[in-house]
Every structure is written in C-alpha cells, then in structure tokens.
C-alpha cells in the first residue's frame, strides 16, 4: 500500500507583477513530519503557506497537498487542511463562542466541537465576551482552536507560538504540536525553536530554497546567512 | 495517523444554501453588535428630506416630483450600506476565513446581497413613513401595494449592484470613493425604472398600478444584473 | 508574443487614405441638408465615432472574458487598450454631439436625446475604468478586478441604451435604420466611407499601442534577464497593466 500524500512542491514559482517571490522552490514532505521554513522577513514564508493554503494559486511548477495538486483540486483539499495566518481571522464584535460557531457552521463540523476545544485551551470561562476585550494570548488561542476546528491532517502555522505565555503554550500543544500527528509547515522568527520540532528544515533566502536538509545535518553558518 | 473524522468533518462543507444562512447570520449578528450602518442610513434619508424641503422651498411634492426625491435618497442611502458590507472581511481577515473553509464562494454574493436588501427594506420602513409625513402631498395608502412592489424590485438592483460593486471597491486604495462612481452609473438603468415606476403612483389622483414597462425594466435589469454578478464574484475571491 | 507591428505601415496608410477619401466626400459629394445646413456635415464624424466608441467598449469586455478565462497577460493589455482608445473617441463624440446640439436645436445640451444621454452614462461608467485600476496595487489582482468590472459595462451598454430610450420621447435624429437607413444614396456612401475610415483609425491606434506595450515589457525581461531583478526598476504605480 502507497505511503499516505504528504506536500510535494517541484518548482514551485510565484510572482508578484514583474517580481518573482518564490523561484522554483522543492521539497517533499511525507504524511505526518513536521517543515520548518526559515527565512527573514520578505523571504517568502507567508506566500508560501498561503500557496499551501490554497489561498494563492502557484504561477509555476507543480503543487501537490495531502495528494491532491493545486490549484486543480484546490476544492477538494480545503477541508482538510488549516491555516493559523499572523491574523486570527476572528470579528473583533463576536464572541469567542460565536466565532468558532461561525467557523464550525462553515466547515460542516458539530457545534459540541467548539466547547470542546475551548475547554482545551482553557477559554470557557471568557467564551461570551467580545474578542475586541480579550488580551492577545487569548485572542491567540481562540484562533488556534479556529484553525483546528475541523481536525485537519494538514496544519500550516505561521509563527503559531507568538504571543502566547508558556501555560497557554502547554495548552496548544496537543491541538497544533508534534503530538497531534498532523503534516506540519510551520514558520518563526526563532530558528533553533523551529529546528527542534522540526523533520526537515527548508531555508529561504529571496524567494529560493537555499537548502533542504534534516535538523541535524543543517550548518548553523547556512542559518545565519539566511538572516545576515 | 489523523484522518481528519472524530469531532471534525470529512472534509466536505456545507451545501449553498446553508452556508448562505451561515454567513447573513453572521453579518445580521455583526450588524445588530455594531449598529452602525443602519441607523446611520436611516438618519441620513430623513436629513436628506429635511434638505430636499428646503432645496425645493416646497410645503409638500407629489407624483414625479416625489418619485424622484424618493429614489434619490434611498439610492444615497445605500451608498452607505454598499462602502460598508465588506469592511470587516478586509479588516479581520473575513475573507480568509471564508476562502478556508470547503464551501461555494458564490455563497458569499448571495448572503450579502440578501444582507443588503434586507437593510433597504428595514431603511424603507422607516424612511418612506417619515417621507409621507414630511414631504408628501398625496396620501400613500391607495398606492402603497404597488409602491412596495417597485421597491422591492429596486432594492434587489440596489443589493445585487451594490455587492459587487463594494467586492470591487474593498480591494482598492480608495475604497470609499470607488464604490459610489462606479455604481452610479450602473445604477442608472434601475433609477430611470424605478423613479418613473412610481411618479404615478404618487401623483395626486394617481393610478395603484405602476406602469407596466418600467417594471418589466427593472424585473429584466435585476435578473441580468443577477446572474452577471454571479458569473462574474468567483474572480474577485480567487487569487 | 504576437508581433502588433506586423502589417502596420499598410494599415496606417490605408486609413489615412480613407479619411482623405471621406473628408473629400464629406466635403465636395455629399449633398447640403435642407434642415440643417452645413453644421449637418458634422454627422459623418459624430456617428462613426459613436459607434467605434460602443463598439470598442464592447470590444474590450469580450477581451476581458479571454482573460477571465486564459490568464494570460496579454488580454488584459488588449483589453485595457481597447478600452481607453474608446474612451477616447466617446470624448470626441460627446464635443462633436454637443456642437451638433447646439448648431441644430440651440442647446448645448438636450436631455430629451435618449442617445446622447445614454452615451454620457456610459461614458461615466467607464471613466471611472482608469481610476480603477489606479487604485489597485497588485498587478494580478488589478487585472482581474478591471476585467470583471469590463465585462459588466459591457454588457451595461445595452440595457443602459434601451433603458434611456424608453423613458424619454426621442428628438434624435434617426437617420440609420435597421433596414439601411433613410439616408440618400449620396449621403450614405460618405456615411459608409466616413465610418470606414474612423474604424480603420481606431484599430491603427490600437496596434500602434499593443505594439508600444509589447515592446517596452520584452525590453524590461531582456534587462531583467541580463542585468539582474534588481537592475531593472519597477514600474511606479499605474492604471496601464505593465
């Protein structure tokens, strides 16, 4: 039996008008590891997630997520995979209830699904208050339980652990960490952070992978070119 | 090994109709935190009858006169509802969220269009009272089964217009002003209809019936705008 | 990449031979009007312009729908050209309609003329076109949105027209029929060859600028590609796709 789909990405091209953002960027990524995506600011990283997303459509190159290419079968995919962007995606006027309601609603998902997740991250007391009130680690893990709503296999975190204090760190865990047993892409400003839980690492440098590699065979002086 | 079941779905959203409830819920829910829009379009109609009263130095105004004063302020009223339909998707990442999640795109034309009219409805329900006491000559109860007809086709035009046209202006630099100039003129089609559909309804000893053409018009307006904009919304959401 | 300069030097010359050739007829052939005089003469530059003008926004919707439908680049720069080459003869046929006005009815504006009303409305439509795109940054998404927003007006036009036309009594001269026109056999020639001459100017015109465009964007890849991304400044902000 064929292993299960994980990412593919062979040439992965896109532009932004006469810009080139990523230039023919591969990587293979096997059902269930966890990639971490280095880079500075303006490497790439979002887009990348956002290509993986299914919110952008590659220019070039061939897409290929938990076995289905994009932007073909873009559809078809969408379920199953979740995006925790650097916004959380939530109104600001509704609760935290009501904006997982919302998400749950839009995914096809039971509502008992949204009390179970803010019992996980430990919002159930807060759930009723308007997410303008909230500080931003709460803010942080409503959109996590937001991003998992749906139990995806593929999670896409960019810089997941922002904000938020190593209690609530503890309480995401088992929803976006190594443990939950998704495929993982995930970004952050703190390389050595990234690399640990990390299978694989691709380093960005102005749009191209700079190198592939697992943790432990990656040389701290690539690293830090890609952030010189 | 997840497979993506147990307390989530499958992969597979809800069909269109339910994620069209989905999200004028959520919009209805938002609007009704907020109120913000609809009072402020509500305001707007009855100090624009109060201007009208005193551009025009008339105690009262009937039949064309009065269509078109009408039509007019309740197109500038929906001015405002139109700059502020998709504000909070392109601030709180609303259209992220919906682009995520496995569902119909069109759904999201629909359920804001449906937003949009029903805010012109409760608009009307205000402002063409006050306009009958403030303005009007003519009494509005014979008239008033055709009246609401024509309305309610208008306001189909205004919603239907309106949303794509905000879809359109929200993407841009200069979202507030693109809205009104672009759906201005398109507009102009359902005005004409509108304000002549209803000139003889509210003339003195005026007819119950609006004239036929003007609105079967405006009926024919509303389904190609409709489909248009259907055909068309999916481009404005992909990227 | 289509080369828009092929044939160009041929088409130029057979335009301006048959602008010469109607504004001889015009001028020497055709018949004086019994009504209007002279100023009637007007005509065979006020109509072939409206109709380019229409013609060419139509023009540029269905460009428009090539690149909904392809993707590819090129048809929203054909699009776009189309567009505001026909935004340029509705310029014209508004002045010229507007001097007409006057000169026949002694306004300078009617609105009782369902045509020349539902031309100003379609002429503000698309005037906000370039304002448009202006304000949209991202090259793509500019493209897109101005391509959505074209073939709406295009399809604008007609019930735009038929709207006007119902709720005003016409005072319109109506000299072009379906069945060929109640035109005098002189007068339609002219007609014919004015018109002729107006659609071959607004084609040149458009070559001449796909072919300006076309260029500059290979000269820009060649620099790109031999002198590196960042030799080659980018663009500033404009309403043309680059």
């Known amino acids: 039996m064929d292993p299960p789909p994980g990412i593919e990405l062979r040439g992965l091209v896109r532009h932004f ?48 997520v938990l076995g289905e290419p994009l932007p073909r079968r873009a559809w078809a995919v969408r379920g199953r995979l979740g995006l925790l962007p650097h ?54 893990r409503l959109a996590v339980c937001r991003a998992v709503i749906h139990a995806p296999s593929l999670l896409l975190l960019d810089e997941p652990l922002a904000n938020l ?49 697992q943790p432990d065979k990656v040389e701290p002086a690539a690293v830090e070119r890609l952030y010189a | 090994m997840r497979d993506g079941r147990g307390g989530g779905g499958d992969g597979r959203g809800p069909g269109t109709w339910r994620t069209v409830v989905t999200v004028l819920r959520k919009d209805l829910l938002l609007e009704l935190r907020g109120l913000d829009t609809l009072p402020a379009m509500i ?70 269009a449906t937003a949009l009219f029903l805010f012109l409805v409760v608009l009307e329900v205000i402002a063409v009272p006050a306009f009958a006491l403030l303005l009007l000559g003519p009494s509005l109860g014979p008239p008033l089964p055709g009246l609401l007809a024509m309305l309610a086709l208008g306001d189909v035009a205004f919603a239907v217009i309106g949303t794509l046209v905000s879809a359109i202006a929200v993407q841009t630099r200069a979202r507030d002003l693109i809205g009104p100039i672009v759906g201005l003129p398109l507009l102009l089609p359902a005005l004409i209809a509108l304000a002549r559909g209803i000139g003889p309804l509210l003339a003195a000893h005026g007819s119950g019936t609006p004239p036929g053409k003007w609105v079967a018009i405006l009926a024919l307006y509303d389904v190609v705008f409709a489909l248009l904009s259907y055909a068309v919304f999916d481009f404005l959401l992909e990227d | 990449m289509t080369t828009y300069g092929r044939g160009l030097r ?7 031979l048959t602008i010469t050739v109607a504004f001889v007829l015009v001028f020497f052939y055709a018949p004086l009007d019994a009504n209007q005089g002279f100023i009637q003469k007007i005509f065979y530059l006020h109509v072939p312009l409206a109709i380019t003008a229409l ?51 002694g306004h300078w504006w009617v609105w009782s003329d369902p045509t020349l009303t539902s031309f100003l409305i379609v002429m503000l439509l698309f005037a906000t076109y370039q304002p448009l795109r202006f304000s949209i940054e991202d090259p793509e998404r500019q493209s897109r949105y101005a391509s959505v927003f074209a073939v709406v007006a295009g399809a604008f036009v007609p019930l735009n027209f038929l709207a006007v036309r119902l709720a005003q009594p016409y005072v319109h001269p109506r000299v072009l029929t379906l069945t060929g026109g109640n ?60």
């Open chain 2, 43 to 112: 305001l707007f109609s009855i100090v624009t009858f109060v201007i009208f009263h005193f551009g025009l130095n008339q105690e009262t105004i009937a039949g064309q006169e009065a269509a078109g004063v009408l039509t007019v302020t309740l197109l500038f009223a929906s001015m405002l509802g139109i700059n502020r339909l998709f504000v909070a998707e392109r601030e709180q990442g609303g259209f992220d969220g919906f682009l995520l999640a496995p569902v119909d795109r069109s759904a999201l034309l629909i359920a804001k």
């Open chain 1, 165 to 213: 204090d190593p209690a609530a760190t503890g309480l995401v865990e088992p929803l976006i960490g190594r443990s939950c047993g998704a495929t993982r892409v995930l970004t952050s400003h703190d390389p050595r952070a990234a690399m640990a839980e990390a299978d694989l690492v691709l380093g960005l440098q102005d749009g191209r992978a700079a190198f592939v590699s």
């Open chain 1, 17 to 64: 008008g006469e810009r080139t953002v990523l230039r023919k960027v591969s990587v293979s990524v096997p059902a269930g590891a966890t990639l971490a995506v280095l880079g500075r600011n303006g490497a790439g990283k979002s887009t990348l997630l956002r290509i993986l997303a299914t919110l952008l459509r590659p220019h070039g190159g061939e897409v290929s």
């Open chain 3, 183 to 242: 035109l005098p056999g002189p007068m339609r020639l002219t007609f014919v060859v004015a018109w002729l001459g107006i659609a071959l100017l607004y084609v040149t015109l458009w070559k001449y600028e796909m072919a300006a465009k076309s260029t500059r964007m290979q000269v820009r890849a060649l620099r790109r590609a031999l002198l590196g991304e960042d030799a080659v400044a980018p663009l500033k902000r404009s309403a043309a796709p680059s």
């Open chain 1, 87 to 140: 916004e959380p995606l939530l109104y600001r006027d509704l609760s935290g209830r009501e904006n997982l309601g919302y998400h749950a609603r839009l995914h096809g998902v039971a509502p008992r699904r949204v009390e179970e997740l803010l019992e996980a991250v430990g919002m159930t007391e807060r759930a009723a208050e308007p997410v303008r009130l909230l500080s931003r680690g709460m803010v942080q």
């Open chain 3, 55 to 105: 013609c060419g926004f139509v023009f540029g919707g269905l460009l428009a729908v090539m690149y909904l439908r392809t993707g590819e680049r090129k048809w929203d720069i054909r699009s776009y050209v189309a567009i505001h080459m026909a935004l340029i003869f509705g310029v014209g046929t508004l002045l010229t309609g507007t001097i007409w006005a006057k000169a026949s009815w």
């Open chain 3, 10 to 16: 041929g088409l130029s010359l057979l335009t301006v």
